[in-house]
């Protein structure tokens, strides 16, 4: 292995970018207990500012930078602001809502007034200063990150230990409740920490932009995002200045293996076994650092009051589901080929929203990587696919995922609060860069060779089979057969549901030691909701890839994890019917209604927001509002025709229900 001079100099410039993302993910996570996925796109913002005042409005750099950093602050204050209302509400929650935050901030930088006239302009850098190291030339931007980011992050630490702000910042740190008995302001304190998270991520996206156009669309990936957060995990999501030199390491790192291994897939192997281990080694730290508020909670106020089903509620319930089904099941017969594929997508993306629905919604594990498990189940169906019957296919695909899910969710034995995200995040970039884009590979003991990846990463073609003995060659017929797989799906965790499986994992949610005590296998129910949630994942991903007939790497796309999050979280955590309200309000709603970047701002990130912060049950929770209504009027009109008689009112009042579980 070398490592020449210029390459560990390129890799502080990286990991000095890198740091100041990770200090931000810390001060947030300090003040808020909540992983920040909206850190990178605050600055990008700015950035984008600073180009339309240098270029378009021609002023002095010194003059739009700090017009750019003021715009920063203000859409860090304003962020904390907006998300102020989510302070007693689960910190999933909180974490999801600053994922649509981040697809709200994306879209301002196309707002007249922040977007440039040009997005093809280099961007600028007051220095011009270049200097060699080797052979290698060093630009001036990369100078300028050299010069620039150890001062800021000097700066910060400075306030922080030395200014009343930051030992507020550290008091709310230790204990928030007691902060506030000392006098200490708490929600000012977490606005100013938000303030200065938003001024760190501007610096960061203005370090970073120089060498890439202004529109910065990719300026703060999600693999950067990944990175900082495992700097900030090495300084245990409090301690900024070894989050800051974790950070330098870990950009150091990532171009020493770029330089050795000529392979992006060796590449993102070795950095998510770093992760992993990073997350396995600090777990104590972390833990001590988090505190009790890391943990998930569900608190009352994010429970939906919904009625107690009496015969006659649990009859109109009855009937609407089966009409549902019904009439779904006759659209085939009268819509287009396009709408009967899209009729598949829409039940296909219900099931993996299923699948969290029992992890996240029941569980309380948070996983932001369940395409990477969709992935497995759609690798299962191109190998083995015009070999093995599909009825075979779907539960073998679904127990070969099951047991990656599994080994993915082992931290989660001892991992508490939100930190496993970043784990399955981390899996769901590795899968997509590394397995799916790798066709064939040398095992490294036996000397064999492995084809596990996609036999063409950039488009692999895959013929429908058929299913005992029906074609499924048609759009239609496959629309009817993923109508049925869903309806399975859905009958199937039901009966989890109603058989205790969902008791037992809720209430190791709440409180494990009170589980224990009860005598609920903690670590075992752990792992069966990992288990269950592959389990559904691989089979999706099997109909996934034979719905679309041609994948690639691209169809699994981390991004879409993300969206089957937002999916439960719309459609109301732990509901099984929200899984399916919110699937189809996600992927149908866009489709039908054309996919403008308005219709695609209102279902994305403004949509997620609202549905968050005003509507706790989600799209669930309206269902059953619906439901008591339509009983309401059938029992009124029973009174009315037999003006002697009570009615139906037996169990008639509201109670809340843990997260909308009986949905």
Known sequence: MSIPGFVLVQGAVTGLIYGLLAMGLVLIYRSNRVLNFAQGQLGVVAAVFLVKCYYDFGFNYWFALALALALAVAMGSLSELLLRRLSTRPRVLVMVATIGL????????????IRPKSLFRAFPVPIDLSFHVGTYLFTPGEALALIAAPLVALGLVAFVRWSPWGLAMRATTENSDSARLSGVWVRRTSNVAWMLAGLLSAFTAILAAPGQTSSLTEVLNPELLLLALTAAMVGAMVNLTTAFIAAIGVGVIQEILVWNLHSTAQVDLVLFLMVSAVLLV???????????DATIAWPEESRAAVRVPDALRRRVSSTGVVATVVVVALLPLVISTGRSFLLSQICIYAM???????????????????????????????????????VLLLPFAGAVTAVIAVVIGLPALRVRGLYLAVSTLAFSLWFMQSVLATPCWTAPVVGRLLCTGLPNPESTLLARPSFLGLSLQSERAFAWFSLAVLVATILMVQMWRDRGVARRLIAVRDNEIGAAAMGVPVARTKLLAFALSGFIAGYAGVCLAFATQRISTATFDPTLSILAVSMVVIGGLGSVSGAVLGALYLVGLPALAGTTPTIQFLTSGLGLLVFILYLPGGLAEL????????????????SERHPGSGGDTAGAGDVPVAGGVTG
């Open 102 to 113: 981040s697809q709200v901030l994306f879209v301002f930088t196309a707002l007249p007034f």
């Open 282 to 292: 600090r777990i104590a730290a972390l833990q001590f650092g988090g505190g009790g």
């Open 352 to 390: 993996v929203a299923l699948s969290l629905t029992v992890l996240t919604g029941w569980a309380g594990q948070v996983s932001l990587g369940q395409f990477g498990l969709v992935a497995c189940g759609a690798l299962v169906a191109t190998h083995l696919g015009s070999s093995v019957p599909l």
């Open 623 to 638: 269902l059953h509002r619906f439901g008591d209504l339509v009983t309401d009027g059938i029992r009124n009109l029973r």
